[in-house]
């Protein structure tokens, strides 16, 4: 087994309910980044001296809170994710570092010198979220090989899916409805080859 490596991230699948995210910066980068966010939280907030007017109008319609101002040492003080999309190096760094005060978990945009985490590239269809990472060497390959992907799945999945919790709910626990459930998502499978 060969030991981890500084840029190789942990894939796990965060819970965000009750957790405060505050996202600093207001261009087209911070604009992707909340679209990301929002596919799986809605308790953001924003800060920048200036918003674009999608990333605005998009924050306004889901009930974001934004301040237009510059980031201010204390504001990640309540919270659990900070992600930084700023081009000024010296803010990236001072947020990561208060970050490792507060254990508020940090991305800084293309600064993986100043990040605790990485956004993968991902596809999200009703419960399946599949995510996709090169840890850094190639975030382009990630998200054309995100696209490969997504045209492999298959239209009735969420149906699929749909059933499956519905049976993994209704059926009591047990080796029995463990067998019955990987039978079935074998099936499915096997009728995709």
Same mark, same amino acid.
């Given at each position: 087994?060969? @030991?981890?490596?500084?840029?190789?991230? %942990?894939?796990?699948? *965060?819970?965000?309910?009750?957790?405060? !995210?505050?996202?600093?910066?207001?261009?087209?980068?911070?604009?992707?980044?909340?679209?990301?966010?929002? &596919? %799986?939280?809605?308790?953001?907030?924003?800060?920048?001296?200036? !918003?674009?007017?999608?990333?605005?109008?998009?924050?306004?319609?889901?009930?974001?809170n934004y301040q237009n101002r510059l980031y201010e040492r204390g504001d990640i003080k309540e919270c659990s994710l900070v992600v930084v999309a700023v081009d000024d190096i010296s803010v990236q760094k001072e947020?990561? /570092? /208060? @970050?490792?005060?507060?254990?508020?978990?940090?991305?800084? *945009?293309?600064? *993986?010198?100043?990040?605790?985490?990485? %956004?993968?590239?991902?596809?999200?269809?009703?419960?399946?979220?599949?995510?996709?990472?090169? @840890?850094?060497?190639?975030?382009?390959?990630?998200?054309?090989?995100?696209?490969?992907?997504?045209?492999?799945?298959?239209?009735?999945?969420? *149906?699929?899916?749909?059933?499956?919790?519905?049976?993994?709910?209704?059926?009591?626990?047990?080796?029995?409805?463990?067998?019955?459930? &990987?039978?079935?998502?074998?099936?499915?499978?096997?009728?995709?080859?």
């Amino acid at each position: 087994m060969s @030991s981890p490596k500084a840029n190789h991230y %942990f894939p796990a699948f *965060v819970k965000l309910d009750n957790k405060k !995210i505050l996202l600093v910066g207001g261009g087209n980068i911070a604009y992707e980044k909340l679209v990301h966010l929002l &596919d %799986f939280s809605h308790d953001i907030e924003i800060i920048a001296p200036l !918003i674009c007017e999608k990333m605005l109008q998009l924050a306004k319609e889901q009930g974001i809170n934004y301040q237009n101002r510059l980031y201010e040492r204390g504001d990640i003080k309540e919270c659990s994710l900070v992600v930084v999309a700023v081009d000024d190096i010296s803010v990236q760094k001072e947020i990561y /570092e /208060e @970050s490792q005060d507060y254990k508020c978990l940090c991305n800084s *945009v293309d600064s *993986v010198e100043y990040c605790d985490f990485i %956004f993968p590239a991902y596809i999200k269809e009703g419960d399946l979220t599949i995510a996709i990472s090169t @840890s850094g060497a190639s975030p382009a390959f990630a998200k054309h090989f995100k696209t490969y992907l997504r045209e492999k799945i298959p239209n009735n999945l969420g *149906v699929f899916l749909s059933e499956m919790k519905e049976l993994r709910l209704s059926i009591p626990k047990g080796i029995a409805r463990m067998k019955m459930l &990987d039978k079935k998502a074998r099936d499915f499978i096997q009728k995709l080859r």
